[in-house]
């Protein structure tokens, strides 16, 4: 087990080597400097020039990126073209509503997906199980920023129980959670909508298992075996599909940022992209992928503890 | 005394009929085999007694359990009995274990569903049936997931699981099946001596006529879901009397004992089973029979004699030897030896 962890840190460094790579290189392949857009058309020449050197724009490409590299290993973002914050204060602040964000969506998702798709399984071929199956198409069948304001006109502007935008801070809790729980819900539905189906699938074939059927030759009621037996074994595919949706509810957050005036990494990452605060970018994108690398390992290293047939092999 | 009675057993899929009334009865302490070619409907039919038939499935008619109709049974109910006082073996002992779960938890399913064991007398029952079953090791074993034991220590698993409650009838579906030849023979060895042990009745699904004929007191033989004969497996065996079962005696001697025939062809039945389980109307089997006379359109009558009874408008006279015995069967183009000869044999046509 030690081996194989330190194997998938390797694989996960490389990775993110050729990903910090890549990013770097997109990047800077965009025409314009950033010079001239923070110092605005009227900017002269020579003090766009300037401004390049003290940037260290002027530096060559790989010089630059080895710049930016190191900084990253050393816990140093940069600071930002735009506002001069140090840019890793502003990430974790943006992480700060963000991760919260994007893990309450999950629970939302989970809370929705493990019994609509359970029962699905369980009343396939019935017509209470086509209509859970048909209530999972319509919720992802609804685009996040719709159901958003749906939730924003129903639960902020009729009833006041949530705000429909802003968010105050972590220095009031409470009030944070509050603003986050119809921005977590937005995403959440839809998420449990999509996860609902895989956990159907995976029940279904659980039910159908000959294992499951050995359990109940043994007096197992059906939802003994499937609680015993099915649930562990339905919960390694579906772990893959977790680590995968995770990723992308990272994603539907600039969205849903956006709709309900979050100061999240989306909303952070469309400032800085409107404004070519390229650095910014760039450091977000590798947070990303991080992120995404991590999780991916994680997945792996959970099916071996899920799975003893992945033990011992590599 | 009667332990398992099957009474005009149906299984349908959607209204098509897979298996029409199947009737057999199975004495406590019984061993009776259930032989046929794949699609017969022998595991279905062991599966409709369990109450474990699949989606769409659906059983009708009556499966008594020391008269007890598990058929009109609950669900509540059918959960008591199975596992404790019927059981089954299941085929693919590959699939039929739990890959998440270590083998000695699995092996004492039943008796902590059935007799409330804690986990530590749990933990010692385990042991214990893993040593019935000569697992090497026991201890051990109990710690292993599945895919760390090989094909036929798996089969024992799954056998010490169906016998841990000592059941009444035990149901084999073709239990070596899926296992090396090698190991086939060690396995329903062990199967024979935990069945005489435990005294409960078997009914052995397989294909195996030697195991049969070895194991067990009475024969049914299966063909298109319907039982086209039955008795003692002595005189079943010996002299069948449906031209199917011929076939089958036929074919399986000549692979066991007399070698290909003097053309150098193993006889085989003629035809097939029907891929779409869509077999002829009347008799199931007319189409590849060489008896077949045109009263087979109709749904052949029981023909008893004394414990034998065989489905055939036509059957093979009484008194006829096996067919095996008699290698001038092989070659039905020659004159037979007086009298009608055996028949189902011959290659293909």
Known sequence: MTSYLLRRLGTVLVTLVGASIVVFSVLNVLPGSPAAVILGQQATPRAVRQLTAQLGLDKPLWRQYLDWAAGLLHGRLGVSYVSHVAIGQEIGQALSVT?????????????????????????????????????????????????????????????????????????????????????????????????????????????????????????????????????????????????????SLVVGAIVVENVFDLPGIGTLLLDAVDNRDLLTVQDIAMLVAATVLVLNAAVDISYRLIDPRTRGRS | ???????????????????????????????????????????????????????????????????????????????????????????????????????????????RTHRGLRHRDARRAAVELLERVELPDPARSARLYPHELSGGQRQRVVMAMAISCCPRVLLADEPTTALDATVQAKVIHLLDRLVDEQG?????????????????????????????????????LDAPRHPYTAGLVATAAAVTLDGPTPTGRLPSIPGSVPADGRFPSGCPFRDRCERAVPRCTEVPADRRDGERVVACWNPVPAGARAPAGEPGGERPAEPGPPGPGPTGQGGPR
């Open chain 2, 200 to 236: 409960c009745a078997l009914v052995l699904i397989t294909h195996d006529l030697a195991v049969v004929s070895q194991t067990c007191d009475r024969v049914v033989t299966m063909y298109g879901g319907h039982v086209v004969e039955s008795g003692p497996s002595a005189a079943v």
């Open chain 1, 99 to 247: 991760g919260p964000l994007v893990g309450l969506a999950m629970l939302v998702g989970l809370a929705i997906a493990l019994p609509v798709g359970v029962g699905g399984a369980l009343r396939h071929g019935r017509p209470s199980g086509s209509l859970l199956g048909a209530v999972g198409q319509v919720g992802m069948a609804v685009p996040t920023v719709v159901g958003g304001l749906l939730l924003i006109v129903a639960f902020a502007l009729r009833t006041h129980l949530f705000p429909s935008g802003g968010f105050p801070g972590w220095s009031d809790p409470l009030q944070a959670l509050r603003s986050l729980v119809l921005p977590a819900v937005t995403l959440g539905v839809v998420e449990g909508a999509i996860l609902s189906r895989y956990v159907r699938a995976s029940v279904l074939e659980q039910l159908r298992s000959d294992y499951l059927r050995t359990a109940r030759a043994q007096g197992l009621r059906m939802g003994q075996a499937l609680r015993r037996h099915g649930l562990r074994n339905a919960a390694i595919p579906l772990v893959t599909v977790l680590g995968l949706e995770l990723a």
């Open chain 2, 1 to 111: 005394m009667t332990a398992l009675s099957v009474r005009g057993l149906d299984v349908r899929f959607h209204g098509q009929a897979l298996v029409t009334g199947v009737s057999f009865d199975v004495g406590a302490g019984e061993r009776v085999g259930l032989i046929g070619e794949s699609g017969s409907g022998k595991s279905l039919t062991a599966l409709a007694i369990m109450g474990l038939l699949g989606d769409g499935l659906a059983a009708h008619g009556h499966v008594l359990l020391d008269g007890e109709d598990l058929l009109e049974a609950p669900e509540r109910r059918l959960c008591q009995l199975r596992g404790d006082r019927i059981a089954m073996i299941f085929q693919e002992p590959a699939t039929a274990l739990n890959p998440t779960r270590r083998v000695g938890a699995q092996v004492v399913e039943a008796l």
